[in-house]
């Protein structure tokens, strides 16, 4: 598909630790695919993540996706949350166990703040699971709020949580 000239860049985080979580993390990028308006142009490898916030559960898988996208940002998110929904996603605790998750962390260099959506993704600079992934498919891209590159960010992390690759993307 011939990227069009509106299309924003975004990217989008996605974990999973019920059920299947590699295989719910797959079927994610899939939907994401099959959204009109939405192009995926990368995905990095599977992570496997230690929790963070609610330590009394399993493991997560994340990966991050970079997708062109004529949607705005809202749109967008409704999607995902449709998504989410379809793929069994109940919302009962913050940071618990999860179906799947789908997060915006970036939307171009769009800054978004409403009662809706924030983007930048307002935890993304905190979370190793979050910028492990990121960095490995746009390591440059630079965090439209603070000025530095993911790769900086992740350098100066305190996080020390565990995150090991554990599938790299098909080629």
Known sequence: MVERVSDIISFVGIGSNLGDPVGNCRRAVELISSINEVNVLQES??????PVGFSGQDWFINCVIEAGTALSAHSLLEALQQIESSMGRAREA?????????DILFYGRDIVEDDELVIPHPELHKRRFVLAPLCEIVPNFIHPVFGISVKEILDSLEDKSEVEVIKRPAT
Request: aromatic content about 14%; glycine content about 6%.
């Open 45 to 50: 490898s599977l992570y496997r993540t230690e």
């Open 94 to 102: 913050r940071w618990g166990p999860r179906t799947i998750d789908l």
